[in-house]
């Protein structure tokens, strides 16, 4: 695995080293010990899996409050997505920037996503495949979101007019949100 720091203190764009021939190909997609020697010591927990039957279905910008925050390891495993962090931590030098990213199943290309971040994606193919794991368990109660097109954060999306769950046409700017963080 090739880990690549971002612009967001914490976060990690990881390649995979991929071992490929005329029967297909394998990769290891994840290693304690690497992430370890690269500064990530998360405890992963829950692993999930979405899938979305559309382009241009976006989802996010969701994080979880204390004690819920979680921490991500992101990777598209079918199609193409582009992938969306915001560095929410009030005390951090890079509080309110955003960085984006293009995950897909051929890139072999993965986010670690640290707590105390907001985060999204946008499909840009149909029937995309997005697994990721989390090193905190998921809390109803403490999870939130901000507008994915939210006039201060200014992202950039490759998308006009995304497909969006009610919940998240009704998110928080980012100007209401209060960081715990």
Known sequence: MEFEKTTLEGAYL???RVFDDERGFFTETYSQKEFKENGIDANFVQDNHSMSVTKG?????????PPHAQAKLVRVTKGAAYDVIVD???ESPTFGKWEGFELTDNNHRM?????????GFCTLEDYTEFQYKCDNNY???????IMWND????????IVDP???GKDAKAQTFKDFVSPF
């Open 57 to 65: 279905v976006l989802r996010g910008l969701h994080y979880q409050l």
């Open 14 to 16: 990881i390649t995979l």
């Open 163 to 165: 497909i969006l769950s």
């Open 88 to 90: 929410l931590r009030k």
């Open 139 to 145: 809390a109803p109660e403490s999870e939130g979101s």
């Open 111 to 119: 986010l670690f996503v640290p707590r105390g971040f907001a985060h």
């Open 151 to 158: 006039e201060d954060l200014k992202i950039f999306w490759p």
